[in-house]
């Protein structure tokens, strides 16, 4: 069997790894993880932090991307951040906007957004989804910027566009040149059970994917985060070689937990090129 051809990858990794100076040194590219950068005092942005963030990335060529707030009922995730695209009000929408047009001034090229979470009937909940994506979308068009949206795992029954069938048609219904797809294999691996023909079956399903999330898992549900464990490659169940169907020339970002991972990942995405 030969082996997969793949164009050049831009690899990045994202801010939770490691402090932003070493990342710099590391990788192409690094997600800013909006909900752990300290941006905010409660809900209140920090007009320090963001001018300190601001510096940062004013020189050098490290490209960045950024992950907006979401919906999560962890211990460790900050409640005043919690966003549930299903279901947004004023104060979402205020947090996800200026998130939005922070991301436009540090010329990021994705804004990571999570699907809803079913609090209702699903068709209702993913009606709502759509309308307050569409909005989303219109602030991105305005802050030259591009959502991705993500697919979540199956494990846990309460998420929005596991499947590819209903993630392809959200981004369809929105219908917006500002949003596109960020495909998180480790996530899509769990809602396929680790079974690796089904993972290749549902990446060939995927379009318009600008962005794309890398981690392992072993593809089982686990009573931690419904077994999303965010591991490096190699430490579960995913052949990365899938990854060539994607054609993505967006960044490959690398969403672990520690320097150590960020490099073993680094090293896994450019044996593949």
Known sequence: MNKPVFQKKIIGASSFASPLGQLRD??????LYVPKLGLYDGRRLIKERINELCDIFSTGSTLTTMH??????????PGELVVDTASMGKTQFKLMEECIYLAGQLECSVVVVHPGIITGEKEKCFGRMIGNLGRLARSAENCGVTLGLENKEGTNPLNLCCEPGEYMRAIEEVDSPNLAATFDIGHANL????DQLKLQDFIKELDNVVHVHVHDNTGIISEK????????PGEGCIDFSVLSELHCKGVYNLEVFSMDNVRKGKKMLEELN
């Open 26 to 31: 590391e990788v192409d590219s690094i997600e």
């Open 68 to 77: 907006a707030p979401y919906y999560s009922d962890t211990p460790n995730y």
């Open 191 to 194: 809602t396929c059970g680790g």
């Open 225 to 232: 985060y419904f077994g999303d464990l965010h591991g490096a």
